[in-house]
Each structure stands twice: as C-alpha cells, then as structure tokens.
C-alpha cells in the first residue's frame, strides 16, 4: 500500500476555503512564520477517506475479529459508551473551562462524572479514595510507587526494596526502578504462585511494598493471599495490586478486603474502551484511608451546597503527576459501562470471562502443554513446547497462522516464566460459537504441527504484510517519509 504522501498530485485539494477577509495580524514576528508551505500531501476529500478506511481494513479490532490477547482484556466495547463520550458538552470542552470563573467551577457536569465515577471504584475495590489523574495502568504503578515513597518518608525512613513475583508484568520493575526502588524479584512455585518460603526470606523492614498482580498473570488467584499481606503488614510494607486482571473478581472481592493498600485500575481493560494499537487508556489509583492525604492533586471535590470543585491546597500531596483531570475521555466511558452493567452486570461478566477461559483450557489441554493445569480464573497460559519439540514449530508460528485465519493472536512469549506461553484470555464478550470455532482452529493448528508445519511456517498468506525481519525492524527503524 502506497503513503498518502505518493498518492500526492500539485494542486489537488480536499477542501477549499473562501477568501480570507481577515485583516493580517502585524504582531506574528517573522521568526514565526513559515519560509515555505509544509510538506501535506495534495489529495482530494475522497483519497483521504479511501486512504484511512483502506488502513483501518488491514487492522485487528475487537469490533472486527475474534481478539483473545491475553492480560490485555479485549472485551466488546458498548457502543453507548462511545456515545456518551461523544456527547458534545463532554466531547468539545476545553479543559481549562471548569476553572474559567474565579469562585464557581463551571462544567459541573463533567467534574461530577469524575467524582462520581471515583465513588463506583471506591465501592468496587474497597479503597477509601483514588486519583483519577493516571493515563494509564504503568503510570498508575509510578504513582502507586511514588504513594509508597510519600508513606514511608512520614513514618521517618526510607525503604529501599519492592518485592515482585518473576510472574508479573514488565511495568512492575520498570515502575518500581524509575521511582528509585530497587527490586527483588520472587521466584514461582509449582503452584503458580508466589514462592511463599522465598517471600518470607526476603521480607524485612527495608522492604517498601509488594506488588501483586491478582489473579497474577498466569490467570490464578493465590488462595494465600491473605497470608502475604498480613505478613507484609507486619514489617511495615505496603501492599500493592495491579488491577490488570481485576475483570476476574468483580463482585466477587474486593483488594481492599484482602489487604491491599494500593490499587490500580485499568479503566481501559476491565471497563471495555477500545485500546488495541496502545491508547487510549486510564489508570487511577486507589488507597486506604491512611494514604488518602498523599494522593496527587488536584482533587474533585463535593462542598456544602452540593456544588463541585477542584481542591489543589494538599500539603501532603505527591503533587501534580499528570495535566488537569486525567483521560476524561475514557473515565467518562468507565462510568456509562458500570451504570451499564450495574453491580450484577458487572459480576456476571466476571463469571462468564472465568467460565470462558476455563471451558478452553479444558477443550485445548490435549492439545497443548499446560504447565499450570488446575482451574484458571479470567485467562489460561498453555505452551506450544510440545509443538516446538515435535517439529519446530513455535508459538510464534501458531500466532501467524492465526492472524491468517482471522483471530487476533493470544499473548505470546509471556509471562516470561513459561516457554513458547500461549496467553489466551477470551473475555466475557465472545459467544460460544465463537469460541468453538477458536478452539477448532487451535485443534486444527496441533495437528498441522504434527503433519505439515511447514504450512504453519509460511503463514501469514493473506496479510498485507508478511513475516518481518524483527531485528532488521527494530535496529533500522524507518518511520519517516523522505520526498
Ligand atoms: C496491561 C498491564 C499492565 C500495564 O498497563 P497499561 O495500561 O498498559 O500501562 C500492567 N500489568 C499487567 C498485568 C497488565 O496486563
């Protein structure tokens, strides 16, 4: 497919705009002012609808094709949700309105959406507030660290570990190190879960918090989680929970209940909003009551007259971590899918996603290497090792071959600990035809394994692009249009 800048003729043009009549402003200062016109493509209004549209064609989405990508939780994104976020009063606000008047807050009804919306996820995860501020699930993590940092600072130390198990999500550490943490990383027990033992050993008074994925990203809740906390409570280490995989137990339990001092959320996973390709997203974090001083400002608050306002004077405050109020955008969607759904929506959408993942573990563990083999919650990690020793072929290849026939790959190659992983989260959307004819074509894939790999190995046939040179295509990365 060719850029839309080749499909570029001199002088063709999409819109033309009337005669200016618009007195020339003298105050522009020449430095400003272009030498010589950008370099836009010259294209016409119906080019540029075939060109995207042509685009959007060769892409996966969750409104297009199956999309079972583990940890992600591509669920069906309601589309009264997108219409209320496209409700023009929320969609055309400037975000500096609500503060355009000295004393009185305008756009009420946006700062209630926010306010309103941090109650359900109060009530939702058991924290005593959030900070809706975060743009996404890694930058609710940073904030979650920076939380710890501000807690431990008044308790008159500096702590210098965060435990983390070897099965969690790369921004765990990530977060953790750029917050100035160094981490421990716990090994993986034949359970699936945290080395208990190892934990113990490692657990001390220099420790600042434990962060937990739960159920962690092999799809397994730890039945001791309350063991752990308990334990980190004692030395005085916070509790931390990545709230990637909360779309297995809500309704069910709630981190707070089972000692969490810390939570994010992925608005973006566990409340639908389309996010495949990377955005957008949004990641509050929730606290128990002790930390609530510390949370970034500003803050939406409720006063006497019912009216809604921005408080900003918190001196315990980690401060500003993002600009304005966070992705309102996707906060907003939050809040029409939880009034959606309503709490037994929202609780028969975690049962159906558990039922979903554990009804493929079931049909597929024949088939392929399930090196957690016991009831799964929201998704379920096989391994194409079997397949890799019989014949070579690779999670990768199954991943091609997939793509070929119409899914959107599972996660693959993660969580780190399992090889050739398979990450398969179905969530609650899919029918169970859908999930059939999936579970078939995995079938399929075993026995080509087995007989004609090579046909795994050639895939994709039908996509616009081929298999890449991966490191050819990270080491000689071009994005840009030369003329
Ligand atoms: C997606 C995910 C994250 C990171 O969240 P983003 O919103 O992508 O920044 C962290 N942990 C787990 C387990 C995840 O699945």
Redesign the pocket.
Known sequence: MRLIFEKSIPDRRGVKLPMDDVPKAKSLRGKYLRKESALLPEVSELDVVRHFTNLSKMNFSVDTNFYPLG??TMKYNPKFCEKAAAVDNFSNLHPLWPQLLKDDYLAQGALEVLYETEKQLCAITGMAAFTMQPM????G?LTGAMLMAAYHKTKGGRRKYIIIPDS??G??PASAALAGYEVIVISTDSDGCMDLGEFKKHLNKDVAGVML?CPN?LGIFNPRIKEISDAAHEVGALMYY?G??LNAILGKCRPGDIGFDIVHL?L??TFGTPHGGGGP?A?PVGVTEDLVKFLPISVVAKDDRGKFYLEYNKPKSIGYIAPFYGNFGVILKTYAYILLLGKEGLTEASDAAVLAANYIRVSLKNDYDLPYDKICMHECVFSASKQKEQSGIMALDIAKYLIDNGVHPPTVYFPLIIKEALMIEPTESESKETIDSFIELMKKIAKLAKENPQELKNAPGNMPVKRLDETKAARELNLIWNP
């Not at 996404?136 to 930058?139: L, M, P, Q, R």
Request: with cysteine; hydrophobic share 15%; aromatic share 0%.
């Open positions: 940890s992600c996404a699930g890694a930058h993590e969690s999500h921004t765990n994925t990203t990545d990637a995989n992925n973006h996973k997203g990641g």
